[in-house]
C-alpha cells in the first residue's frame, strides 16, 4: 500500500504563493492530483497530472496553480500563485481522478491577512 505524506502548506497573504509537495512511499506511476476540502464544503480535485505528464485545473485555480512531478522522486508538487482567500482549505493528494489510495494528513493552506 502506498502511503502519501503532503507539506507545505502555512499562513499568507492574499496575492502570495507557496509550494505543496506530495511524497509517496513507494513507486508511484499513476495518474495524481490534488485535491482540497474547505470547512463545510465537500473535497475537490483541483489539478490532476498524468504519468506522462499532462494536466489539467479546475476553472477556479486555472492560471494560478501549476501541478507537477518528479517520478524518481516518487513525489507530486502543487505551485500556487495569486493565492486568494477562497483558497484556504486542507490540501491532500491522491490518485485522479478517481481516489483509490488512503488519505493522507492533508496540509492547511489558510490565505489571510
Known amino acids: 500500500q502506498v502511503h502519501l505524506v503532503e507539506s507545505g502548506g502555512g499562513l499568507v497573504q492574499p496575492g502570495g504563493s507557496l509550494r505543496l509537495s506530495c511524497a509517496a512511499s513507494?513507486?508511484?506511476?499513476?495518474?495524481m492530483g490534488w485535491y482540497r476540502q474547505a470547512p463545510g464544503k465537500q473535497r475537490e480535485l483541483v489539478a490532476r497530472?498524468?504519468?506522462?505528464?499532462?494536466?489539467n485545473y479546475a476553472e477556479s485555480v486555472k492560471g494560478r496553480f501549476t501541478i507537477s512531478r518528479d517520478n524518481a522522486k516518487n513525489t507530486v508538487y502543487l505551485q500556487m500563485n495569486s493565492l486568494k482567500p477562497e483558497d484556504t482549505a486542507v490540501y491532500y493528494c491522491?490518485?485522479?481522478?478517481?481516489?483509490?489510495?488512503?488519505w493522507g494528513q492533508g496540509t492547511q493552506v489558510t490565505v489571510s491577512s
Open positions: 513507494g513507486s508511484n506511476l499513476y495518474s
Open positions: 491522491n490518485t485522479a481522478p478517481n481516489y483509490n489510495l488512503s
Open positions: 497530472i498524468t504519468s506522462g505528464g499532462s494536466t
